[in-house]
């Protein structure tokens, strides 16, 4: 994007303009999506319209409205920047949503974008009683998107929710606290169940951990280098975390409780290192793939498969 701002800009007047000028230049640039959208225009207008501190939704009118120069400006720099440094929309903007809700999104924390979002919004139904829950753990919580959005879904739940990067809890907190959500959800600093305390048992254990493995973190996309690796790299095949969470949390669920574990494009390795165990994979209306769900009672079928 060599071209001066002034000759830019001296031909586009409208957020419309810019949008469309966005799209045009994200194309070009071939841009990886995934961290909210997936396409550039969906892009440019999330961009264009945070720079103006407009909704989503509001009326073409306003859309095809003059700038002023300061509006241009601020508009101009964040599409630039998205397509000069590769920088997720998320982080340039400092916000994202999720089931719903809107959080604080930084670097200190991978980008929410699970689709275990469709799942709290659904209350877990039909593996769950959502009158009967009354405890929810999110392990790998990062910046505390899926806990907090379970505190709305279960309100008279308490929900614990852990993560081994100090600075993904410090995010955390402050989406916590943003929230309003401070009495119900508590933040434990560790590696998934060891800072919890002994003896708790939960009706729903959730976790979107780690699960890229090596050869898809040897190429990643620009986007994803701006993540913490910390939060994307499982090993070698990418379920370093994932046998772990399988191996414990049987000694963590009530007695009705269920297991629900994000692995993405790891599935099919999963279901190859453990052939015997009968997953079931969960259906996504509004896209994504790669979540199972296990039961307490499954789990304890197989705890010598999962802990040997």
Not at 22 to 32: N, P, T, V
Request: hydrophobic residues 45%; aromatic residues 8%; contains cysteine.
């Amino acid at each position: 994007m060599k071209e001066r701002f002034e000759d830019i800009t001296a031909h586009l007047y409208s957020a419309t303009d810019f949008i469309r000028w966005g799209a045009s230049r994200f194309a070009e640039a071939g841009l990886h999506y995934g961290h909210g959208t997936d396409n550039a225009l969906d892009e440019a207008v999330a961009l264009v319209l945070h720079a103006l501190h407009l909704p989503h939704g509001c009326p073409d009118r306003l859309l095809d409205a003059r700038l002023t120069a300061g509006e241009k400006a601020e508009i101009y720099r964040l599409l630039v920047k998205r397509v000069e440094d590769r920088i997720p929309a998320a982080y340039l903007t400092g916000e994202t949503w999720f089931a719903g809700m809107k959080f604080k999104s930084d670097a200190r924390a991978l980008v929410p974008r699970s689709p275990i979002a469709e799942l709290v919004e659904a209350h877990f139904e039909p593996w769950t009683d959502p009158d009967a829950v009354d405890s929810v753990l999110d392990l790998c919580t990062g910046g505390g998107c899926i806990a907090i959005a379970c505190a709305h879904a279960f309100p008279g739940a308490a929900v614990d929710a852990v993560d081994l990067s100090a600075e993904a809890l410090a995010l955390a907190r402050e989406n916590v606290e943003m929230h309003g959500v401070g009495a119900q959800v508590t933040l434990y600093e560790g590696d998934l169940f060891a800072p919890l305390p002994k003896g708790r048992r939960y009706d729903i254990i959730v976790s979107n951990p780690p699960y890229v493995d090596a050869d898809d973190m040897a190429g990643l996309p620009g986007e994803f280098r701006h993540e913490p690796e910390l939060g994307l790299a499982a090993g070698d095949d990418g379920l370093d975390i994932a046998r772990r969470i399988l191996a414990a949390a049987a000694d963590w669920l009530s007695e009705s409780g269920i297991l629900v574990v994000e692995v993405g494009n790891s599935a099919a390795a999963l279901e190859d290192a453990y052939p015997d165990v009968d997953f079931t994979w969960l259906d996504f209306e509004r896209g994504g793939e790669g979540v199972f769900l296990l039961t307490a009672a499954e789990l304890r079928k197989h705890v010598s498969t999962f802990s040997g």
